[in-house]
């Protein structure tokens, strides 16, 4: 019995994994119209790297056309300008390998070769904006960017971030025992945040999110084996720790202030400094006393401190040399010598374009409907209102107890410093984005905090463990609903769509208009992929959150449904209630301008009926099929259109001989 319930559970474990799977790597939303700085100037940066050795993108901007987030730096030798990303360089470093594979075997395989001049190093002045160089085809360019773009999305983005899912499962089992429980805090960090959309694009934001948090993950583990002894605890995880520490400043530039704040937590962990003073004052003879408030078995031995700090020091040589390459001073970043003149301007200002952070930009970054992180992903919000309880009554003895408050504390402390720093930033909302993008950090500290929380509460009663399985799951399946689908279809939005799943994902997704797929590969270029994919990432915390549990009765499973169909409906208020714009929900924003420019082309649900509407004319189907055009138009808000094409059916048979439709 216990082997049938352990390969029950396996099998649940699996099929929620593979439901999780299948979104993170199976979609490739990419328009080369949008021209995404945040990703092109990294792909620039890899391919530069690659085929001539140099972090200059000059020939990449020659081959490929402009994009911004550049910096122009004056040549010492030659005296010209030159152009390199304002980027942190940690990301490029694993966009490598997955080139090299690319451009060396899977490409020259399929025909294909390098677009660009290997080795060509021209003046970046002598560019103009905009202007392409045909040293090959367009076609050949637009598809060698799109194919080397893919592989390495896949290989350094989407399969570490899920990697990084799985092993959060395994970490979260100590907190929270009950699957319901762990399951939903990682449908909601990896799906029911901007964390997948950021997956699905060569950006560093969800590789910051995940080493970060497996720094902290790092030292609280040793701290909690080891129950606060020094002398016990592993000098690879301290190396570790520190390597993942300094790692997210490689990633992403405005983590500092938070790696402080993990780095202080580490220097409390892997040393004890008070014990350590406690230490060397007991050898002055009038303080020998102070001996005795060193607790017996303690180590002060800085060994694991020393190997946390020579983790850390591991990437910052690569890190100065390419500020130094790149810039002409290892010790500073690019963004005071931006090619864009206003964003240079702007990054003058306090640190590097962080100033201190306004409480109008907080407020927004955490509740606005359209861009919030707590009102788009609402599993969030447990932590808001339950974070105090573990502050207050944490659970377990008393060495437990205070491991929890301390370790609460610090990953609070975390979210503050992310928090503060975002909203300090001259470009706060950080342009085009899924959600607060600098915020992408928070998916894992928070649904940790969300699930340390329920836990909590489900240890109470019976009937508190059923409600926090509904509460967790419902939450979990709203966060998932309003921002996971939208990542699906694509990853960069205008600030000005005003609710992300009512205005773009639902239109987007009844129009046909759905990115990319790994089916393209196997010459299965339909839709169908796409919506078998919506369709697993649905599944995942239906099937984590609802399945029943081992000793429910049917009316605790029937309670547990209806709190779960509770909080999904709250959660989803902020996606369903109408904009400030006046705006209208469920058709298209007006403000969404890369329809023209929509990849694949062509396979759209509008162009294909109206292509089928064009050859049946008004014989046979066609005016069902005319009908169908115009009710598709309405939802693009192309109302004279629309009412051309429903005359044109009405001539020949009236509405209500068609058969309805329900999508």
């Known amino acids: 019995m216990r082997r049938e319930l352990r390969w029950k559970?396996?099998?649940?474990?699996?099929?929620?994994?593979?439901?999780?799977?299948?979104?993170?790597?199976?979609?490739?939303?990419?328009?080369?119209?949008?021209?995404?700085?945040?990703?092109?100037?990294?792909?620039?940066?890899?391919?530069?790297?690659?085929?001539?050795?140099?972090?200059?993108?000059?020939?990449?901007?020659?081959?490929?056309?402009?994009?911004?987030?550049?910096?122009?730096?004056?040549?010492?030798?030659?005296?010209?300008?030159?152009?390199f990303m304002v980027k942190a360089p940690g990301l490029v470093y694993l966009g490598i390998p997955p080139y090299v594979l690319f451009s060396r075997v899977v490409a020259p395989l399929l025909g294909h070769k390098y677009p660009g001049v290997h080795g060509g190093h021209v003046s970046a002045a002598s560019i103009?904006?905009?202007?392409?160089?045909?040293?090959?085809?367009?076609?050949?360019?637009?598809?060698?960017?799109?194919?080397?773009?893919?592989?390495?999305?896949?290989?350094?983005?989407?399969?570490?971030?899920?990697?990084?899912?799985?092993?959060?499962?395994?970490?979260?089992?100590?907190?929270?025992?009950?699957?319901?429980?762990?399951?939903?805090?990682?449908?909601?960090?990896?799906?029911?945040?901007?964390?997948?959309?950021?997956?699905?694009?060569?950006?560093?934001?969800?590789?910051?999110?995940?080493?970060?948090?497996?720094?902290?993950?790092?030292?609280?583990?040793?701290?909690?084996?080891?129950?606060?002894?020094?002398?016990?605890?592993?000098?690879s995880r301290a190396l570790l720790a520190g390597f993942c520490t300094s790692a997210c400043v490689t990633l992403e530039y405005h983590s500092l202030l938070m790696t402080i704040v993990l780095s202080l937590f580490a220097t409390l962990t892997f040393w004890s400094p008070l014990r350590a003073v406690f230490w060397v004052a007991s050898?002055?003879?009038?303080?020998?006393?102070?001996?005795?408030?060193?607790?017996?078995?303690?180590?002060v031995n800085p060994t694991r401190m020393l190997a946390f700090a020579l983790g850390g020091l591991i990437n910052i040589p690569h890190m100065m040399y390419f500020h130094w390459t790149a810039y002409g001073n290892p010790f500073t970043p690019g963004h005071h010598q931006l090619e864009t003149a206003s964003f240079a301007t702007a990054h003058h200002k306090g640190l590097w374009g962080i100033v201190w952070p306004s409480w109008d930009h907080i407020k927004s970054l955490s509740i606005d409907p359209g861009a919030g992180?707590?009102?788009?992903?609402?599993?969030?919000?447990?932590?808001?209102?339950?974070?105090?309880?573990?502050?207050?009554?944490?659970?377990?003895?008393?060495?437990?107890?205070?491991?929890?408050?301390?370790?609460?504390?610090?990953?609070?402390?975390?979210?503050?410093?992310?928090?503060?720093?975002?909203?300090?930033?001259?470009?706060?909302?950080?342009?085009?984005?899924?959600?607060?993008?600098?915020?992408?950090?928070?998916?894992?500290?928070?649904?940790?905090?969300?699930?340390?929380?329920?836990?909590?509460?489900?240890?109470?009663?019976?009937?508190?463990?059923?409600?926090?399985?509904?509460?967790?799951?419902?939450?979990?399946?709203?966060?998932?609903?309003?921002i996971g689908t939208v990542g699906l279809v694509f990853d960069t939005l205008p600030e000005a769509v005003a609710r992300p799943f009512a205005q773009f994902f639902v239109p987007m997704a009844r129009l046909g208009f759905v990115p990319h797929h790994i089916g393209e590969w196997f010459g299965w270029t339909s839709t169908t992929l796409w919506y078998v994919t919506c369709?697993?990432?649905?599944?995942?915390?239906?099937?984590?959150?609802?399945?029943?549990q081992r000793g429910e009765t049917r009316p605790e499973t029937f309670g547990r449904v209806l709190t779960f169909a509770f909080a999904f409906a709250i959660g989803m208020v902020p996606a369903l209630t109408p904009p400030e714009d006046s705006s209208a929900l469920f058709k298209l924003h007006p403000a969404i301008p890369f329809l023209a420019g929509w990849e694949p082309p062509g396979r759209d649900r509008l162009t294909v009926l109206r292509e089928e509407a064009e050859r049946f004319g008004t014989r046979g189907i066609g005016p069902c099929l005319w009908y169908q055009v115009a009710d598709l138009e309405r939802v693009l808000n192309h109302e004279s259109q629309a009412a051309r094409d429903e005359a044109r059916a009405r001539s020949a048979m009236p509405k209500e001989r068609c058969p309805k439709q329900v999508f």
């Open 128 to 235: 103009p904006r905009g202007t392409v160089i045909t040293q090959a085809s367009t076609e050949q360019k637009l598809w060698w960017l799109r194919m080397s773009t893919w592989a390495m999305r896949i290989f350094a983005t989407q399969i570490p971030c899920f990697l990084f899912l799985l092993w959060f499962e395994k970490y979260l089992r100590h907190f929270a025992p009950d699957p319901a429980i762990r399951y939903a805090a990682v449908t909601a960090a990896g799906l029911g945040t901007n964390y997948f959309a950021y997956t699905q694009i060569f950006a560093s934001h969800s590789q910051y999110a995940a080493i970060a948090f497996l720094a902290f993950a790092t030292i609280e583990k040793e701290r909690r084996l080891s129950r606060g002894d020094v002398k016990q605890m592993r000098l």
């Open 283 to 299: 050898a002055i003879r009038p303080l020998r006393g102070a001996r005795r408030w060193i607790p017996l078995g303690t180590s």
């Open 535 to 548: 369709a697993a990432m649905l599944l995942a915390p239906l099937i984590a959150c609802l399945v029943r």
């Open 9 to 83: 559970r396996r099998g649940l474990h699996r099929l929620f994994f593979f439901f999780v799977l299948l979104p993170m790597l199976c979609v490739f939303p990419y328009l080369r119209v949008v021209n995404n700085p945040n990703e092109f100037v990294r792909v620039f940066t890899v391919m530069s790297l690659v085929e001539s050795g140099s972090f200059c993108i000059d020939e990449q901007v020659q081959t490929f056309g402009w994009v911004n987030d550049m910096a122009k730096v004056k040549g010492k030798t030659d005296g010209v300008d030159h152009y």
């Open 373 to 482: 992180f707590f009102s788009l992903s609402p599993f969030m919000w447990i932590d808001l209102i339950a974070a105090p309880i573990v502050l207050l009554w944490p659970s377990g003895g008393p060495g437990e107890r205070a491991h929890l408050r301390i370790v609460t504390v610090v990953w609070i402390a975390c979210m503050t410093m992310a928090f503060g720093v975002n909203a300090g930033f001259v470009e706060w909302r950080g342009g085009w984005t899924v959600g607060p993008r600098y915020l992408v950090v928070c998916a894992p500290f928070f649904a940790f905090g969300g699930a340390v929380a329920l836990e909590r509460v489900a240890q109470r009663s019976r009937l508190s463990r059923l409600l926090a399985r509904g509460v967790g799951g419902g939450l979990a399946f709203a966060s998932v609903v309003m």
